[in-house]
C-alpha cells in the first residue's frame, strides 16, 4: 500500500513513461482484486494491458510484467514490490527480533529472525486442530470476549486456558530458543515483534502465560511485547524518522465521542479526555475535539503528530474495509478504513486507539489479509499504535490511558522505545489490578516501530 502511495506521487511529479506505466499499472491491479472482472471493463484498457483477456492468470502475468517495467525505468523502484531480502529482513530485527508462526496439519514452525541469523524451530505441541477449537472462540458466537456479567467468570476461564495453551505450545518455546530464560535483573526488558498469519493472528500472543499469579511466568515476565501486521508493514514504520513527541512544534489531538455514558461512572468521556490533554500539555500542544465530523477528522490527523481516539469501534466480518470508528450517534459519522486509508501525512508518530476491537480481524477468510483499524492506522503513517483485540470496558480503558500518557511524557522522549515502554506499564499495572481478570487487561496491544 504505502509503495503504490510513493509510486503515485512520484508519478503526480513526472510526465511521459511515469505516467503511463502508472496508469497501466492501477489499471490492471484494481481489475485484479475486484472479485470479477467485469467484460465492459476491458474496453477502456490498453491491450498491452489486458490484452483482451479476463483471466485472471493473465492479468496476473501482465501486473508482473509491468512491475519488472517500472524497476526498470523508474527511478528510485528498482525493488518495487519486490520481498525484502535476507540482509533487510535481519537489518529490520535489529531492534528486537522477529517471530512469525506458521502451523498447519502437517506440522508447526516459528521462524526467528535476528539481526544476526534467520531461524525457523519446531514446535511440535502447536496442532492445527487445537488452533481451530481455539480461534473458533474468537470468531464464532457466543465468542468469548463478548458476554453478561453471568458470564464473564466462564469466558474468563476460558480465555485464561488459552493463553496457557499459547504459552506451553508457542510462546515459551520460542523464547527459550532464543535464550529468554529469565528475566533480566536489573535490565530493561527486551522488545520482540510478533506477526500473525492465518488464524495465529487471532490469537493474543502478546498475553500468553499462566495468569494464575502474577509470580507465574508470562510473555510479560521475559519481553516487550509489539505487533507488527506484516514485514514490510514494520520497514515501512520505520522509513520516517523517530521525532520525539515535545516541543511547541509538536501536536497532540484527543478525539472522542459525545458522552451516552450513565450519571454514576466515574468520568464521563469529556472529563477523561480532556484529563487526558492536561497531562500530554506538559510537554506539547494539544487539543480535544468532542464529536468531530469526518471531514474534520480526516484533517486533524494530516496535521497532528499523535492521536487519541476515545470512542467505540466496529469490525465488519462481511466488509472488512468498512470497519469503523464511532466519532458520533448516527452512522453518517462512521469513520471507516477505507476512509482512512485514503490520508496521508509525514508528521505522523502515535496513534492510542481507546475503542473496541481496533485490531480484531472478524472474518476469518481474510486473517492474512490482517485488516483492522490499527493496522490502517499504521498504512496511514503513524509509526506507533496503541489497539485492543476485543471490547474495552470503559474503566479499565480510562485508567490505562491516563497512566500510558503519564508515563510517555517522562524524560525526553527521544529513545522510540518509550512508547511501547510507557504501553508495557501501563497494561502491567492494570493486570496487576486482578491478574485473573485477561478479558480487561489482555485486549490492550502494542503495534509498529
Known amino acids: 500500500m504505502k509503495a503504490l502511495s510513493k509510486l503515485h506521487r512520484q508519478h503526480c511529479r513526472t510526465l511521459g513513461l511515469l505516467h503511463h506505466s502508472w496508469c497501466e499499472y492501477r489499471k490492471c491491479r484494481d481489475l485484479l482484486t475486484a472479485a470479477t472482472v467485469p467484460p465492459f471493463a476491458i474496453s477502456g484498457i490498453a491491450t498491452s494491458v489486458i490484452a483482451h483477456s479476463t483471466d485472471r492468470f493473465e492479468l496476473n502475468k501482465q501486473l508482473d510484467a509491468l512491475e519488472d517495467k517500472i524497476r526498470r525505468e523508474v527511478p528510485g523502484f528498482a525493488n518495487f514490490q519486490r520481498p525484502l531480502s535476507t540482509d533487510d529482513l535481519k537489518n529490520l530485527a535489529n531492534k528486537g527480533p522477529i517471530i512469525s508462526f506458521n502451523v498447519s496439519y502437517i506440522r508447526s514452525d516459528a521462524l526467528i529472525i535476528t539481526k544476526t541469523d534467520i531461524k525457523c524451530i519446531s514446535l511440535p505441541d502447536l496442532r492445527e486442530g487445537d488452533l481451530e477449537k481455539n480461534a473458533k472462540l474468537f470468531l464464532e458466537k457466543p465468542k468469548i470476549t463478548r458476554g453478561s456479567l453471568n458470564t464473564k467468570y466462564f469466558r474468563n476461564t476460558a480465555l485464561l486456558g488459552i493463553l496457557k495453551w499459547l504459552w506451553d505450545v508457542a510462546v515459551h518455546p520460542v523464547l527459550n530458543a532464543m535464550g529468554l530464560h529469565q528475566s533480566p535483573a536489573g535490565k530493561r526488558l527486551p522488545r520482540v515483534w510478533w506477526t500473525g498469519s492465518g488464524l495465529m493472528a487471532l490469537m493474543p500472543i502478546h498475553a500468553a502465560g499462566d495468569h494464575t499469579s502474577e509470580a507465574a511466568p508470562s510473555t510479560f515476565n521475559f519481553v516487550i511485547p509489539s505487533y507488527t501486521t506484516t514485514l514490510r508493514a514494520l520497514a515501512y514504520a520505520r522509513e520516517t524518522k523517530w521525532k520525539p513527541l515535545r516541543g511547541a512544534d509538536c501536536e497532540f489531538a484527543f478525539i472522542a465521542s459525545p458522552n451516552k455514558a450513565k450519571e454514576d461512572?466515574?468520568?464521563?468521556?469529556?472529563?477523561?479526555?480532556?484529563?487526558?490533554?492536561?497531562?500530554?500539555?506538559?510537554?506539547?500542544?494539544?487539543?480535544?475535539?468532542?464529536?468531530?465530523?469526518?471531514?474534520?477528522?480526516?484533517?486533524?490527523?494530516?496535521?497532528?503528530?499523535?492521536?487519541?481516539?476515545?470512542?467505540?469501534?466496529?469490525?465488519?466480518?462481511?466488509?472488512?474495509?468498512?470497519?469503523?470508528?464511532?466519532?458520533?450517534?448516527?452512522?453518517?459519522?462512521?469513520?471507516?478504513?477505507?476512509?482512512?486509508?485514503?490520508?496521508?501525512?509525514?508528521?505522523?508518530?502515535?496513534?492510542?486507539?481507546?475503542?473496541?476491537?481496533?485490531?480484531?480481524?472478524?472474518?476469518?477468510?481474510?486473517?492474512?489479509?490482517?485488516?483492522?483499524?490499527?493496522?490502517?492506522?499504521?498504512?496511514?503513517?503513524?509509526?506507533?499504535?496503541?489497539?485492543?483485540?476485543?471490547?474495552?470496558?470503559?474503566?479499565?480503558?480510562?485508567?490505562?490511558?491516563?497512566?500510558?500518557?503519564?508515563?510517555?511524557?517522562?524524560?525526553?522522549?527521544?529513545?522510540?522505545?518509550?512508547?511501547?515502554?510507557?504501553?508495557?506499564?501501563?497494561?502491567?499495572?492494570?493486570?496487576?489490578?486482578?491478574?485473573?481478570?485477561?478479558?480487561?487487561?489482555?485486549?490492550?496491544?502494542?503495534?509498529?516501530?
Not at 390 to 416: C, H, P, S
Open 265 to 449: 461512572v466515574e468520568l464521563t468521556v469529556e472529563e477523561s479526555v480532556h484529563e487526558l490533554s492536561d497531562v500530554a500539555q506538559q510537554n506539547c500542544q494539544a487539543k480535544v475535539l468532542i464529536g468531530p465530523g469526518k471531514v474534520e477528522t480526516l484533517a486533524v490527523l494530516e496535521a497532528c503528530n499523535a492521536v487519541y481516539f476515545g470512542c467505540h469501534g466496529e469490525s465488519m466480518s462481511a466488509q472488512p474495509c468498512q470497519s469503523f470508528l464511532k466519532l458520533g450517534p448516527d452512522a453518517a459519522s462512521h469513520l471507516t478504513i477505507q476512509e482512512i486509508q485514503g490520508s496521508r501525512h509525514q508528521k505522523a508518530q502515535l496513534a492510542y486507539l481507546s475503542a473496541c476491537s481496533t485490531a480484531n480481524i472478524s472474518a476469518r477468510h481474510l486473517v492474512d489479509e490482517v485488516v483492522h483499524i490499527a493496522g490502517a492506522f499504521s498504512l496511514l503513517g503513524f509509526r506507533q499504535v496503541v489497539g485492543t483485540f476485543w471490547q474495552a470496558k470503559n474503566t479499565a480503558a480510562r485508567v490505562m490511558a491516563k497512566r500510558f500518557y503519564e508515563e510517555l511524557m517522562i524524560g525526553d522522549g527521544e529513545d522510540e522505545d518509550c512508547v511501547a515502554r510507557a504501553y508495557y506499564v501501563a497494561v502491567m499495572e492494570l493486570r496487576a489490578t486482578n491478574v485473573r481478570d485477561p478479558l480487561v487487561w489482555a485486549t490492550f496491544a502494542h503495534f509498529g516501530a
